[in-house]
Structures are given as structure tokens and as C-alpha cells.
């Protein structure tokens, strides 16, 4: 029996928390003990408008990893985005402690050390840690060959540009098996329409583009409504785009309208969105820090096929279940939503390729990544860890972000998108 540390936020803040819910069911159905422990709150102080400085933010680590009993656990499993100070944690950890750290990457290059609290020996060691880990588990082959590799160590049989050790698992839906789809006011009026729904739900992000969505829905030749659904989208500093007068459908083009249901989608809404579309619409443009999405999981596990910009892991997911685009490329999006809309073989491929989003199949690759950490755990050498007994003894208590809130992160431009972008969110 595995025991399994998993180490990750435990709040309602963002997207990563109900994927580790659905994790921690789908692994204990598979036999595994799972323990929980994790961050209490995004590192955001409303009152001020400020990330906790670096020296807070390494004492939350800290409390966390005085809480780590390692006879107690066989691994721990790691989840952390661009905001969650889980991430510090591996780098407090003694060398020599016989407890491996399987990181499951959901953010290419995390923003909290780097541009939003800054500590570059922070960020140095935290990095070192993720590179050193016993085991890894990317979502997607896209992120196996993005992840920053481990660097040149002669003495230690390594190779610059080594691939690392671990498993490729796509992300499962995260609405749960045997929800009851439910849609508030706002989102059943969006969705009462004789129009085919082409729909994305998710946090407003840098990576996604809702004006090259715009533009491509004014050159559809399909009849369709299309619903921007999630936190954000009221709001143009976030959304990057005003898409305040789409309380209501509003005609785009000639065949095209589109609603916005801003605020936070629980499993139920979700269910409700993604069984009442007709396909998904994922416009994104290539991010730094993004590596895939998760949102796209709950389509295709409900056999709803996806058009998508060619960003991160979009096509591997996809495969023909759909079709991928260029980003920035309006009339090609547009007639990718054409082609899902109006042709059978995606949604056909969508039926067939759903079993490979359930939890049940994730959480197994997962425990393979896990079994093979505890494995080789005696063979990797340790890492010089950062000095957890300076960093004090716990973070002060500061207000949360409402749920469904994020924190705003630095300002992503584009030819389009002159606002100031929203907090990453690790994976939607």
C-alpha cells in the first residue's frame, strides 16, 4: 500500500484545489493512504493589494515542512502553480531524509519568487529541488520537453539537457463521477438557445486570447452562441478585452453571438456547460509559464469535441477529437469552429478518446510515477536546503481573496491585449 503525502493548497482559491480532490478520491479507490496538507490561503493581501514579501512566504514553507513526519509517508506528491508557496517546501527539506518528492509539473516557470515577491536565492533553490526530485509527473509530453532540465554534473554520471525521471499523465476531469449538473439563472439563460453552444469555462488568464475569439466568431458561416464562462471576464484588466456588454448575447458577425457568465463554475455548473455544448472553443496564445490546460479534460471526458489554438499540449490532447489552429489566426479558428460544428468524426473521436480522462486512469499513472520514486529514492543524491530555521516561525494571518478571486500577476501584452493581465492560475 502506497502511503502518499500530498502536498498542495487546501482552500477554495483557483483551479488546482478540485483536481487534488478528484486525485485523492481516484487514488484512495486505488488502494493508495492519502494524507493532505497544504497551503491555507493564496499569498495575497487584499488589504494592501501586495504579495506576502519572500521571508513570509518562506515561513509558511517552513510551518508546512515542520508538519512533515517522513516515517509516516512513503512520498510526497507536490502540487503547486504559479502562486502557491507549496512550491518552497522540497528546498527546506533536509538532504539525507529518505522521503522523495515526486513533483507534478502545472507551471513551467512559477511567478511567485520570480516577478511577484522576488528572491532570486529563493527561486534558485526552489528550482534546484524540482530539477533534483525523485520523480516527476507532466501533463503532457509538451511539458516532458519544455521543463527546465537537469543541469551538467560530471561527478554524478548527469548530462546537460538529461531527460528526468517520471511519467506523462493528461489531466482528468475534475467534475466529479455522479454530479448533478445545475446551472444558476445567469448561466441557463446563456445556454437557452436553438443555436448550437460552443463553449469554454476557466479564470481569465494571460495565455488566453478572448479577442482572437472574437474575431473569429465574426467570420464564422455557422449559426452559433458561443459562452465565455469564469472568473474575470467582467473585467478587462483580466480579460484583457471589455467584455462588459456581453452580460447578454450580442450579435457577432453575421451568425455569430456571444454571452459572458462571469464568476466561479462549482462541478455542477460546469456539467451543466459542458453537456450543452456542442463543442469547446480553447483560444489561447503560447505563455511562458503555461503548460497545458485542464479545463479542456472536462469536454473530452463528456465526448465534446475541442477547437483549440496549437498552444502547449492542445494538440496531443485533442488528436482528432476536434481540431488545433494557429494562435493568432482568426479565420483559421473560425473555420476549426465551422468543422466541429457541422462534421460528425470529431465528436465520434471525442466518444472514443474519453476513457483517457477519467481519474481512475490519471491516479494510476500517478502511483506509477510514485512506485518508481520510492524505488530509486536511495540513489538520487540529496540537495543543500535552504535555511528553514531563519525563516521564522509561521506567515501572518491576512485576509483571502473571495472564492473564485485571484490576485492580479504582471501585465501581458499583445497586439490585442494592452490591459493589465490577471493572476496565473496554474493550469486553466
Known amino acids: 500500500m502506497m502511503r502518499v503525502l500530498l502536498l498542495g493548497p487546501a482552500h477554495d482559491g483557483g483551479s488546482l484545489p478540485p483536481y487534488l480532490d478528484v486525485l485523492t478520491t481516484a487514488l484512495r479507490q486505488q488502494g493508495a493512504t492519502v494524507t493532505r496538507l497544504g497551503s491555507t490561503q493564496i499569498p495575497y493581501d487584499t488589504t494592501t493589494g501586495r504579495f506576502w514579501p519572500a521571508p513570509q512566504l518562506r515561513a509558511a514553507a517552513a510551518e508546512l515542512t515542520r508538519q512533515i513526519d517522513p516515517a509516516a509517508h512513503d512520498v510526497i506528491a507536490l502540487h503547486a502553480g504559479n502562486l502557491e508557496y507549496d512550491q518552497i517546501v522540497p528546498a527546506l527539506l533536509p538532504a539525507g531524509l529518505g522521503l522523495p518528492v515526486v513533483h507534478h509539473i502545472h507551471t513551467l516557470a512559477p511567478t511567485l519568487l520570480h516577478e511577484h515577491s522576488p528572491d532570486p536565492d529563493l527561486q534558485a533553490a526552489v528550482d534546484d529541488a524540482t530539477r533534483r526530485a525523485a520523480g516527476h509527473v507532466w ?59 460552443v463553449s469554454l469555462s476557466g479564470y481569465a488568464a494571460p495565455w488566453k486570447d478572448p479577442a482572437l475569439l472574437l474575431d473569429a466568431l465574426a467570420q464564422t458561416r455557422t449559426p452559433v452562441r458561443a459562452v465565455l464562462a469564469g472568473p474575470g471576464w467582467d473585467d478587462p484588466a483580466q480579460a484583457g478585452v471589455d467584455l462588459t456588454g456581453y452580460a447578454v448575447p450580442r450579435p457577432v458577425g453575421r451568425h455569430a453571438e456571444l454571452v459572458v457568465v462571469p464568476g466561479y463554475l462549482d462541478p455542477g455548473a460546469r456539467l451543466a456547460l459542458v453537456t450543452a455544448s456542442t ?150
Open 279 to 428: 463543442a469547446a472553443a480553447f483560444p489561447y496564445r503560447p505563455h511562458p509559464s503555461f503548460q497545458g490546460s485542464g479545463a479542456i479534460a472536462d469536454y473530452l471526458a463528456h465526448h465534446v469535441p475541442v477547437v483549440a489554438t496549437d498552444t502547449a499540449n492542445f494538440t496531443e490532447l485533442i488528436g482528432p477529437a476536434g481540431t488545433t489552429t494557429p494562435p493568432e489566426d482568426p479565420a483559421r479558428f473560425a473555420a476549426g469552429i465551422d468543422h466541429v460544428l457541422t462534421d460528425p468524426r470529431p465528436a465520434a473521436a471525442a466518444r472514443q478518446r474519453a476513457p483517457r480522462f477519467t481519474a481512475a486512469a490519471h491516479a494510476a499513472r500517478c502511483l506509477t510515477a510514485y512506485r518508481a520514486a520510492r524505488a530509486t529514492a536511495g540513489d538520487r543524491p540529496g540537495h543543500a536546503p535552504v535555511d528553514a530555521a531563519a525563516a521564522g516561525a509561521s506567515a501572518p494571518v491576512v485576509r483571502r481573496p473571495a472564492p473564485g478571486r485571484r490576485p492580479r500577476s504582471r501585465p501581458c501584452r499583445s497586439r490585442r491585449r494592452t490591459a493589465r493581465g490577471r493572476a496565473a492560475v496554474a493550469h486553466r
Open 139 to 197: 501533463f503532457g509530453t509538451y511539458a516532458r520537453h519544455h521543463q527546465p532540465q537537469q543541469p551538467a554534473q560530471p561527478e554524478q554520471g548527469r548530462v546537460e539537457g538529461a531527460v528526468q525521471a517520471g511519467v506523462v499523465a493528461w489531466l482528468p476531469s475534475t467534475i466529479p463521477p455522479g454530479t448533478q449538473a445545475h446551472a444558476g439563472t445567469a448561466l441557463a439563460a446563456a445556454l437557452d438557445t436553438d443555436r448550437p453552444v
